[in-house]
């Protein structure tokens, strides 16, 4: 299992390739504000463990394990952030929130998460029911 730097790694890695195609050592490190040497020596620890392989010509190319991983952590994140989103938790809070809770759930919390955002989706009654208990609680 990797450990939670190492998730925020490749869960970047597989952003930047999805979006980009590639994955550059600079982007990497702007994109989780850390140094480039920090990111160097993550990405050697991830080839060791088979997450990605560092080719000379084509950079960084995730394995199918590190595929997997990647597209789960980046609908995890994503999960979080619109379940956070439907709870009412204020937009300027999200995605910090989700980035400081996002690695200490295990797959069932995930999944759990996963039905909720799903029984409030099915029905926006449910929501509004949500946002009349929160509306009374203000006021007390
Ligand atoms: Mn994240």
Redesign the pocket.
Known sequence: MPTPSME?YI?QIYILIEEKGYARVSDIAEALSVHPSSVTKMVQKLDKDEYLVYEKYRGLVLTTKGKKIGKR?VFR?DLLEQFLKIIGVKQENIYND??GI?HHLSWDSIDRIGDLVQFFEEDENRAAVLREIQKQNEQE
């Open positions: 925020d869960e952590l994140h989700v980035e996002e």
